[in-house]
């Protein structure tokens, strides 16, 4: 019976003492001996978020108390407007605290974090790893239908991606996939390390949430909204959806947990390099 | 964009913030008040061709892009996903049993 209450009380406490960073080790030894069954339900304990400005560094606050990272680091952000947008991401937890639909509080949180102690230059050759497998260099080896619509679709986001970096990249349509030239990756892994450590992290996730270098750049640079570039990403899926049928819980999920995941990779590049945001006083230069 | 295609952004982006605010006064919360700030603030570039004013309505499509995308995700979630096991209470309640420590 005793057992029972304490696991009750204990994932609040573990959960309040995370979020707050009031880390009792002696609490945390008692916990693992003891089996959580309530994992998922992590209630929501504070009534009002709000941003706190000390010298231009923002942080975040569930009532009084300051948000902390899942390390226990003070959770440090430069950017108005995305302090503000992490804020609203705690504000839109209702009864459960889904800490998994949380882009922009996992972004920051890894960035300050840094777990795997990763480097910029590690995190870039990561990024342009996926090149070698990028969604839209891979084309269907029949002339069918797919790959009409690959040519129509996928053919003028080649073309521009291609001169506005200067690069020439081609298509395949046989298994062992595209030949990337060195120059070609010379070019991207300058471009891409000319971001800060916090937007190459957003990249990061963009890419691994598309699967696709090109498609994640041409995101960023305006040139493709976010909703089609998940449609772009998933071009096979919604031809075949569309002459199998469609699956709401599968297809629609998918959809908007990508739209979700490069909406938020998009936003904190943005709100990362842009000075405009990084100090709000100043103003719009016009070009 | 146009003038019309700015405020309907705008519109849908505070209808979006209505849902997931807990603040009883949408005017009070302060990212609504930010948002406006910078409509306000870029609004007066219009005739020019302003390089930020093209980020600032980039990112206020994809902002609302991902407010929507987050609120849809849950709901086809809430909508298909198992709702667990019955609690021991309910199991009870169903048999008509009343639990050790209910009153009498």
């Known amino acids: 019976m005793i057992l029972n209450i304490f696991a009750d009380i204990l994932p609040k406490c573990l959960a309040f003492n995370r979020a707050t960073g009031n880390f009792n080790k002696k609490l945390c030894y008692q916990i693992l001996l003891i089996p959580n069954r309530h994992y998922a339900a992590l209630k929501r304990f504070y009534r009002r978020t709000g941003i706190l400005n000390s010298d231009g560094k923002f942080e975040i606050t569930l009532d009084q108390r300051k948000l902390k990272t899942p390390k226990g680091n003070p959770f440090i952000i430069n950017s108005e407007p995305l302090a503000l947008a992490v804020a609203a991401e705690w504000d839109a937890q209702k009864e459960k605290i889904w800490q998994s639909s949380m882009h922009l509080t996992a972004l920051c949180s890894t960035a300050i974090d840094n777990p795997n102690n990763l480097t910029k230059s590690d995190l870039v050759q990561h990024i342009m790893s996926y090149l070698d497998t990028d969604t839209v260099l891979f084309q269907s080896s029949e002339a069918d239908e797919l790959y009409e619509l690959q040519i129509q679709e996928w053919e003028p986001i080649l073309k521009w991606f291609c001169k506005r970096y200067d690069v020439k990249l081609e298509a395949a349509r046989d298994i062992s996939g595209p030949t990337i030239s060195h120059e070609t990756k010379n070019v991207l892994t300058k471009h891409l390390s000319s971001f800060n450590f916090w937007a190459v992290h957003g990249f990061s996730f963009g890419v691994e949430a598309l699967k696709s270098v090109i498609l994640t750049l041409c995101c960023t640079d305006r040139h493709i909204s976010v909703e089609k570039a998940v449609l772009l990403s998933c071009l096979e899926e919604e031809f075949q959806s569309g002459h199998w049928g469609r699956v709401e819980w599968a297809h629609d999920l998918n959809q908007q947990e990508m739209q979700a995941r490069l909406a938020a990779a998009v936003l904190f590049i943005q709100l990362n390099s842009s000075s405009t945001f990084v100090q709000s006083k100043q103003q719009c230069v016009a070009a | ?104």
């Open chain 2, 1 to 104: 964009m146009s003038h019309r295609e700015i405020v309907s952004t705008l519109r849908r982006l505070i209808s979006e913030i209505r849902y997931i605010s807990s603040e009883k006064k949408l005017h009070d919360s302060l990212l609504v008040k930010y948002i406006m700030m910078q409509f306000h603030k870029y609004k007066e570039t219009d005739q020019q061709l302003c390089k930020a004013q093209e980020e600032m309505k980039f990112l206020a499509l994809s902002y609302l892009c991902y407010l929507q995308s987050q609120r849809r995700f849950e709901e086809i979630h809430n909508q298909y996903h198992a709702k667990g096991e019955r609690s021991v209470k309910e199991t009870a309640d169903m048999v008509g049993f009343k639990l050790p420590k209910d009153p009498k």
